[in-house]
């Protein structure tokens, strides 16, 4: 009995022995060579911090410094290297158009209004801002967004018509086709996901003749707003076809120049 506890005790020495054998050799087994990782190569750039929305005043906290893959970058990007002041020069500039959190600030985008107003600085060279009073029956039920683009329509009595018949008669007819909308009321962009605005007051984006084709047919009739489809709206479709408006200096005629035919209105 006693021998045979002395070969299990044995037999375990050795095992334990041979297994502290391996565990040594793995010890000293040489490690496994590890890739060496590549180092990105960065610069620290300009970006928006949160989301700034068209018309928004940029204020420091809006703006941060962020290292950016050098592969990755624009000539428009702001480098802190070359403008380590861009920060203070850029605070009170206005954004033209919105800027998403994370991405890149760049001086095209911003306005610097030296004074003036938004709508002023947003206006491209030799146009206007005028405005017209809207409703939900006049302004497509409040589905017209800045941006989109309109037909305004001036619907008047027809008084030939009526001298004619006695009949009170009256007529619409287009007098400024594929304008701008840009903005209704105050809101110069879609917020929060908002699909729909009815708003009181529309600005459209206007040259200074159709300006003045404005001002005269709101003293002639009622105006309302058509929206055009994205598919067809082109500002250079109407002078394209031929379609001219024009409105007479120095009273209540307004001339419309159709494909080379001038038919004129004047209101009593």
């Known amino acids: ?97 919105p800027i998403a959190a994370g991405e890149p600030v760049r001086e095209s985008k911003l306005i610097k209004v030296k004074g003036s107003g938004y709508m002023a600085a947003i206006l491209p060279p030799g146009m206007r801002a005028a405005s017209t009073e809207i409703s939900p029956e006049t302004g497509a039920g409040g589905f017209i967004l800045p941006n989109d683009r309109v037909d305004v329509l001036l619907t008047r ?28 009321d105050q809101l110069v962009e879609e917020k929060g996901g908002q699909k729909v605005v009815v708003g009181r007051t529309a600005t459209l984006e206007l040259t200074p003749r159709q300006a003045e084709t404005l001002a005269v047919s709101k003293q002639m009739g009622s105006l309302s707003l058509a929206l055009r489809s994205l598919a067809d709206s082109d500002p250079t479709r109407e002078k394209d076809r031929g379609e001219v408006v024009e409105v007479e200096r120095g009273g209540n005629r307004l001339n419309m120049v159709r494909f080379g035919v001038t038919s004129t209105v004047i209101s009593k």
Request: glycine letters at 8%.
């Open 157 to 184: 009595r027809d008084r030939e018509s009526e001298r004619a018949t006695g009949v009170e008669s009256h007529v619409s007819e287009t007098v400024l086709p594929d304008v701008r909308v840009l903005a209704i």
């Open 1 to 97: 009995m006693k021998a045979a506890r002395l070969i299990v005790l044995g037999i375990a020495v050795a095992a334990g022995g041979l297994a502290a054998f391996l565990v040594g050799g793995l010890d000293r087994a040489e490690p496994v060579p590890v890739e060496p990782v590549a180092k990105l190569d960065t610069v620290e750039i300009l970006v928006a911090k949160s989301d700034i929305g068209i018309g928004q005043t940029l204020a420091e906290a809006d703006v941060a410094w962020q290292p950016w893959p050098t592969a990755a970058l624009s000539p428009a990007f702001l480098r802190r290297n070359e403008r380590p002041d861009a920060i203070p020069q850029l605070v009170g500039a206005i954004a033209r158009t």
